[in-house]
């Protein structure tokens, strides 16, 4: 007789639902699971995820930057998916653009340094990853592209030499091609380059002692600010202190300056090329982060426009230290140069005094509130190649000097009332200059500064806001306006008999014209529709009510 078989226990629906409760069950919540975010929320490009491995939703502000609708999907909701839309819709209402701007000024109330005024910072960490956007095309066509750049590299230079042989003594016309010395000794040596190279060395001695106040530039990939030493008053002081001896003990070095000027300026436009190279090799080898955010891969652009973004020496930054120290003060001392050669040749000059003190004032200014150009486009878009190393070592230095230079080798005689009123239009100039740089830092500082309750802005999607009043009311760039009024006061102390003193502000007419477009394009791609209605608002560019 068979033996009775065992009864076998039912089985537990416990494992049948395991891996899918039923929906008729209210599922128990689990404070450690993690839930899924909404698909719209994937930082994935490609199909959105609705696997419940997916990554927590970040409580991040950068949710509130996308201008199209967070959920959009066709999928099953499950109780799963739909807690985790629920809180995806509360954190999207959270963070709203009022919001943001609530947290904005708290943030600035606190004094704290990293802030979540603009989404783009937080997400620059992504930009490596990022598709080409419309600034990206922008300027990877500034200058004209690679072949634009290629030529600027030798038409800079060209401008610069051809200018200064145009205008020499007891001749100034820039019709006329200059007769140029067929000996090489008559362009370069090796005294007038290390006499350069001396010169920088100094400033840069200058600018690594411990003096001055360290101060946060503004944030770069990663949301990293970069540290900068500001010590421009010292080294100013210093090097005026250093002239006064040498004048005072009639050094021959003073008398060298104005001797060879033609190879001064070829020994720094050969320093800045050698540096430029130094800077090409340097950025071959820097990290991603580091990078300028235009840069092509193209050699020839990136050589000029500079691939790297702030290259350093350790703390060094070769950038920063080169827009102000040693061309912009080396352009004084030059002036200083003529004016005591002027004085030990016993010729009383009054023009020339009148423009190396309006240029001293211009310098000063720069040095006296040098963090400001740690907000500049100089400073925060572009990377530091071939383009601001001549700029900064060469072209200012002895293009800058040409007002200087002229009444030097070809003394005018002006009456004192016309001195007078040219410098009355340079202080016109500079206070519109002074003026609205200092509204625009210290709005860009603490935009909810109560000093600053009186001017009206409007905000943007990025999180900032634009001056639509003070001087920033006038028009869009007032210290473009400052800058060439103070351009036109340095050239009218030369008279009006040649034209070739009055290139500097005809030079930078146009350049500050281009910049104001390159920057303009930026903008729009940055801010966009706030952008279009900022210009409805302010709608001259440079200049009120002519361009």
Known sequence: MPSPKKATPKRSRSRSLGRSRSPARKPKRDSKAKESPSPSLSRSRGRPRGSSKSRKVPLTPKLVTTSTPVLRTTREVTPTRSSARLAAIKICHFFDQTDVEAMTSLTWKLGQQQTITTTNSKMETQTKHAPSTPADDIESNAFGGSFGTFIMIFFLPAVMFYVNFACQRGKCDIRKVPTLPRKLRA????????????????????????????????????????????????????????????????????????????????????????????LAVKARNARPSSLSPYASGNFIFDFFMGRELNPRIGSFDLKFFCELRPGLIGWVVIDMCFVASSCWDKQTNYGLMLVTCMHMLYVMDSLWFEESILTTMDIVHDGFGFMLSFGDLAWVPFLYTLTARFLFENRQTMPTYCLVCIGLLNMVGYVIFRGSNSQKDAFRRNPYDPALAHLESMPTSAGKRLLLSGWWGLCRHPNYLGDLIMALAWSLSCGTGHIIPYFYPIYFLLLLIHRERRDSSLCRSKYGPAWTRYCDKVRYRIFPYIY
């Open 187 to 278: 362009y370069i040596d090796l005294q007038s380059f290390l006499v350069v190279s001396g010169w920088f060395a100094f400033q840069a001695v200058l600018a690594m002692l411990p003096t001055g106040k360290l101060v946060d530039g503004q944030a770069i990939k990663g949301g990293k600010r970069l540290q900068y030493r500001c010590n421009g008053k010292f080294a100013f002081v210093i090097t005026l202190l250093a002239f006064g001896i040498a004048f005072a003990l009639k050094h021959p070095l003073i008398r060298y300056v104005p001797n060879n000027f033609f190879k001064l300026m070829t020994s720094s436009a050969v320093f800045s090329s050698l540096l430029s190279v130094f």
